[in-house]
Each structure stands twice: as structure tokens, then as C-alpha cells.
């Protein structure tokens, strides 16, 4: 990427005559009066919280920033200018501000947008179907990152996308989008401080219908030729073509010395792939003597077509407020040092004061944070990895003895059985029951066949009783 020569420019320059028409660090605590949470666009439940702090690792722990602080919600903010920009002043449009993401975000916008309505615009019901003439800035989900620029042009009622995306940052740092708009109808877009992208609007963007058009008059002529290839037609299917079998009885085969035709049935070879089989028989082709190529149609100049010169007028009524309408599956995105002015020179010397003051410090503390990170993460592994025998053997002791137990208590249950079935043998010879009850005793009733037992010994059951104990074991 290249460095503009204009913001190089803008260093050595004076801002004297630049407007500033929105400035905001939120270092204080009075920035929740300049800016108001869009309460009616969404319910309370959808809405996440923002909160004012200078987020995990930063130059300056008074340097602060709004951060978005709940997963999966909604984020609408929006605060009114100092003065209005009109695009009938024929000035430079520049929109700046800081974005850090420190949360790692999957999936989430940090775009600003400017808006027109003045008087009429309704801060609590700012969302996403408000009007705005420009939405600028990072955009993350899944493998889709781009710097949104995005413009309204009255005449066609719509909001332009750019054609070809613009790239954006990814990292936890705080990085710096800058929005550069001229009344040449050209723009430019910056990452700190490096151009990325600039060209002209309708070069970039749909603003303008296409110069050139097909001839509605024109249609491809009948007989126009555009096939390239034809059958050979003397070219002619050799005899015997399709006798050919795409399989044969491999040669190199033969019948196994144990193989018996009586108890086998006759042998038969393998198949295998015929090499004489070529396939359907087509014939060759040959270049057609009467191609004429592609068919271009005639383009003639497009009688709807006239060059605007009011593209970069996307605040032809005047742009009153700026805001965030964001939604974040992950949220922690910090936003910071926003500027609107006219003038690039004077939005770079905000950024020296600013985001280039704490860029190193900032860099420096996360550093050191990760560097923290992985060493805790090493000695973890390590501990895992020093895992002695002496532990080993504890484990092993531990888990025989566990072994000796269940073998003990194993033991007793099969001198249970033992009794139990020891009881239902007698049972059965007593009672006459038929075979199939004694699995049935042995299984779900030990305990009440001993009983049961216990009874017929002594009172020498009749058979009345005999059935009644019967009743009582089914």
C-alpha cells in the first residue's frame, strides 16, 4: 500500500481555513448527554450496553473509547453535529475514527454512518432503516471482511455499494479508517493513514447508467456461422465397429489345478477391459469451412446516459448527525476519536494527536499481554508433560485395589445365586411349577422364593396353599 500523497501532503500545510463539523474522544462523562442510545428501535432485550473505557491494553488508562459490551445484540447510537455539512459548499467530505477489536470478532459490523434530517431526526428510532447518505468503515463475518463504503444518490433512491470491496484489519489493535469525498467526484479511502483504495465515483460505484448500449435494431443474422467444428463427412465408420466387445475372457488366465467341474460348475476366464474397444463411434471433426467467428453485437451510445456532476452531493440538504447501527454476535469493539471535517489536512493532525500518540504504548502493552499469555499457556503444558511414575503407581495401586473390591463384592453375589437357586430347585419340587417359572424365580424374586420356602417347610402346604404360593411368586 501506498502512502497518500495528499495526507503527506497535509503535514506540511495549515488548517487555518478547515471546518470541523463533529468531533468526539468521549474522555469524559458528559458524552452520554452529547449521544443518545436508539432505546425505540429495538426492545431492551435485543439492545446490548455501551460502555466508556480504554478496554485491556492501552497508552493511556484516561484515554478512553465506547465499547460494545453484550454478545448477540443490537448497538444504535447517534449524536447531532456542531454544524451541519452541505455538499452545495463544493467541499472535501472527511469522516475518521479508530476502531479497535479486541474481542478477536467473528462476526460483527463497526461501521459509522452520516445522516441528514436535522430538526426531524428522531435519535431514539435511529436503526437500520433510517436514511443515511454515507455508511463507512469495517465490516466482519466469517470469511467476508471489507471496508464498507457505501453512498445514497437521490436519483436512483438508493444506497451504492462499492463495486470491488475494499479490505480491512483484523487484529486486536486499534486501527484508523479515513473517508476522503470531493466535489470532483472522486474519493479515497484510508487505513492508517495508507491509501487502499481512490478513484473516480462513477468509475467505482453505480451512479451513472452504462455510455454504451446494444443496438436494440441489431439481432444476430440467420445464417450467421459460429460453430467452429463439423463431422468429417467423409469420414465413415470402419466395418465391424460395433462387433467390438468392451470386455474379453483374459487370455493369461487359467483353471486352477484344484478346481472341480463337478462340484464347481465349469470354470470361466476373468473378463477384462478390451484395448480394441474404443467406445460409440463418432467421427472426426475438421474446422467448418463457413465459421465466421463470434457474433459481436453492435453497441451504440445509451441516450440515457449523462454524466452527473452532483454524484459527491450525498448531503445536498445538509448531513445533521452521525451514529452506530451495529450488530455483534461477539461483542468488545472499541470506537474512538471520530472527526467530520473538510479538511484532510486537519483530520490527520487529529489522528497525530490522537491515534498515532497511543498506537506504540498500545502495541507494547498487548504485546506484553500475549507474551504473558503464552508463557502461562507453555508452563501449563509443561506441568501436564512432568507428569511422574511416581503418580503413576499410585494410580495403578489405586485402581487394583478398586479391582480386589469388585472381585470381593462379585464373590458374595454369586453365593447369593447360589442360595437363590439352591431355593428355587426345592421350590419347584414342592409346588410342581412348571420349568419356565424357575428362570423367572431365579431372576426377579430371590428374596421372596426363600420366603416362600421358609413357609412350605413349615406348614407342609396343601395343595390349595401350593397354588395360593404359586399366585404369590407370579
Not at 452529547?34 to 429495538?42: L, N, P
Not at 478496554?55 to 459490551?69: C, N, P, V
Request: aromatic share 10%; net charge negative; hydrophobic share 35%.
Amino acid at each position: 500500500m501506498k502512502f497518500s500523497l495528499l495526507a503527506a501532503a497535509a503535514l506540511c500545510g495549515s488548517t487555518v481555513n478547515a471546518e470541523i463539523y463533529f468531533k468526539e474522544q468521549f474522555n469524559d462523562d458528559a458524552w452520554k448527554d452529547r449521544w443518545t442510545v436508539s432505546s425505540d428501535w429495538k426492545s431492551k432485550s435485543e439492545l446490548g450496553e455501551w460502555t466508556n473505557t480504554a478496554g485491556e491494553f492501552y497508552a493511556d488508562a484516561s484515554d478512553k473509547g465506547i465499547q460494545t459490551s453484550q454478545d448477540a445484540r443490537f448497538y444504535g447510537l447517534s449524536a447531532a453535529m456542531t454544524k451541519a455539512f452541505n455538499s452545495s459548499d463544493k467541499k472535501d467530505l472527511v469522516i475518521q475514527y479508530s476502531v479497535k477489536h479486541e474481542q478477536k470478532i467473528d462476526c460483527g459490523g463497526a461501521y459509522i454512518k452520516l445522516m441528514p434530517g436535522g430538526d426531524n431526526f428522531e435519535s431514539t428510532k435511529f436503526g437500520g432503516d433510517t436514511p443515511y447518505a454515507i455508511m463507512f468503515g469495517p465490516d466482519i463475518c466469517g470469511q467476508n471482511k471489507r471496508t464498507h463504503v457505501i453512498f445514497h444518490y437521490d436519483k436512483k433512491e438508493d444506497n451504492l455499494l462499492i463495486k470491488k470491496d475494499v479490505g480491512c484489519e483484523t487484529d486486536q489493535l486499534s486501527h484508523l479508517y479515513t473517508l476522503v469525498l470531493r466535489p470532483d467526484n472522486t474519493f479515497e479511502v484510508f487505513v492508517d493513514n495508507k491509501s487502499v483504495r481512490s478513484g473516480k465515483l462513477d468509475e467505482e460505484f453505480d451512479f451513472l447508467p452504462e455510455k454504451e448500449i446494444k443496438d436494440p435494431e441489431q439481432s444476430k443474422p440467420e445464417d450467421w456461422v459460429d460453430v467452429r467444428e463439423i463431422p468429417d463427412p467423409e469420414d465413415v465408420k470402419p466395418e465391424g465397429y460395433d462387433d467390438i466387445l468392451e470386455e474379453i475372457p483374459d487370455p493369461d488366465a487359467a483353471k486352477p489345478d484344484d478346481w472341480d467341474d463337478e462340484d464347481d460348475g465349469e470354470w470361466e476366464a476373468p473378463m477384462m477391459d478390451n484395448p480394441d474397444f474404443k467406445g460409440p463411434w463418432s467421427p472426426k471433426m475438421i474446422p467448418n469451412p463457413d465459421y465466421k467467428g463470434a457474433w459481436v453485437h453492435p453497441m451504440i451510445p445509451n441516450p440515457e446516459y449523462s454524466y452527473d456532476d452532483s454524484m459527491h452531493a450525498v448531503c445536498k440538504d445538509g448531513c445533521t448527525h452521525v451514529g452506530f447501527e451495529l450488530w455483534q454476535v461477539k461483542s468488545g469493539t472499541i470506537f474512538d476519536d471520530i472527526i467530520v471535517t473538510d479538511s484532510l489536512e486537519e483530520a490527520q493532525k487529529f489522528a497525530e494527536e490522537t491515534f498515532f500518540k497511543k498506537k506504540e504504548g498500545e502495541k507494547e502493552m498487548f504485546d506484553e499481554a500475549e507474551k504473558k499469555r503464552r508463557e502461562e499457556q507453555e508452563a501449563a503444558m509443561a506441568d501436564e508433560e512432568d507428569f511422574d511414575m511416581d503418580d503413576m503407581e499410585d494410580m495403578q495401586l489405586q485402581l487394583m485395589a478398586r479391582m480386589c473390591l469388585c472381585w470381593r463384592m462379585l464373590l458374595v453375589l454369586s453365593y447369593i445365586i447360589d442360595i437363590a437357586e439352591y431355593c428355587t430347585g426345592y421350590l419347584f419340587a414342592q409346588l410342581k411349577l412348571p420349568l419356565k417359572s424357575t428362570h423367572f424365580v431365579v431372576v426377579k424374586q430371590p428374596l421372596r422364593c426363600i420366603e416362600v420356602v421358609a413357609h412350605v417347610q413349615a406348614n407342609k402346604l396343601d395343595h390349595k396353599s401350593r397354588k395360593r404360593s404359586s399366585l404369590l411368586l407370579d
